[in-house]
């Protein structure tokens, strides 16, 4: 029951190791000045000059971008410089995901859950509340594969308890990595592998394996949240949490 969703209007893009002065994104520190950096990246974004270690191609839509939209929870920790491509900070950034969820059930005519699994934070939404548990990181350490059955328990618990307050027709599920176009997810700082078949493990933990769920990457949907709210074609939407992710609006 679990479908990659796209949306026209948008394209993935994996951001997170662009090399800025030959270190990927990923590990430049988080001060003052990082601002400068991401619009340093966006920038070679538009001169299709972008290059990351793991060799992601951008496509060439990526330099007709024109402005910028700043989601995620530390959105408005950034300070963007004067004289760059034009940015703004979205409307409640840190929910523009769970937006796009919500418009994603909507025009599909369905009540569901929105379960938007970030690298720090876990939300679960429906349009009448909200579900927010923080990541154990000691139980679930960063980048070491460690913890992945207490993971597998901390989403499906959550998903459980939620599904009683509002049970689901229908789902939307995003991962903060790379969900290939047949739904094949890649990695990040949580523990598991390229390919892992979690998503469908969590779900029937949950006892929901039989609901209908719409798998897609978090900023994607943060971007159709973006898109949703009215922002043009040619913007970059940057999500800036634990990472960085971007897709672009056509």
């Known amino acids: 029951m679990l479908t990659r969703h796209s ?14 002065d030959g270190v990927p994104l990923h590990t430049v520190p ?24 793991s060799g992601t191609r951008f496509p ?3 330099r007709q971008l024109e402005r910028v939209v700043l989601a995620g929870g530390l959105a408005r920790e950034v300070a963007w410089p004067a004289g760059a491509t034009p940015a703004a900070i979205a409307s ?14 909507a025009r599909a005519g369905r009540r569901g859950l929105v379960i938007d699994l970030g690298q720090s934070t876990l ?5 009448e509340h909200r579900f927010v548990s923080a990541r154990d990181l000691l139980a679930i350490p960063p980048n070491t594969g460690r913890g992945r059955e207490v993971l597998v328990d901390w989403v499906a618990n959550a998903l459980a308890e ?16 790379e969900v290939s176009p047949l739904g094949r997810i890649g990695t990040c700082s949580y523990p598991w592998a390229e390919g892992d078949d979690i998503v469908l493990e969590i779900l029937d933990a949950a006892g929901l ?10 900023a994607e949907l943060a971007a159709i949240g973006v898109a949703d709210a009215g922002a043009g074609a040619r913007t970059l939407v940057l999500t800036l949490g634990f990472g960085v992710g971007g897709a672009l609006l056509l």
């Open 30 to 53: 988080r001060g003052p000045g990082f601002g400068a950096e991401l619009a340093r990246v966006v920038d070679a974004l538009a001169a299709g000059t972008a290059r990351t270690p």
């Open 92 to 105: 409640e950034p840190g929910r523009c995901s769970e937006r796009g969820g919500l418009a994603i059930l």
């Open 162 to 177: 939620a599904a009683r307050a509002a049970p689901p027709d229908a789902l939307v599920f995003a991962l903060p990595c």
């Open 7 to 20: 949306d026209p209007r948008v394209i993935p893009l994996e951001l997170w190791d662009v090399l800025v």
């Open 123 to 127: 939300k679960i939404a429906t349009c």
């Open 209 to 218: 394996s039989r609901v209908p769920a719409a798998l897609l990457n978090d």
């Open 60 to 62: 060439a839509v990526a």
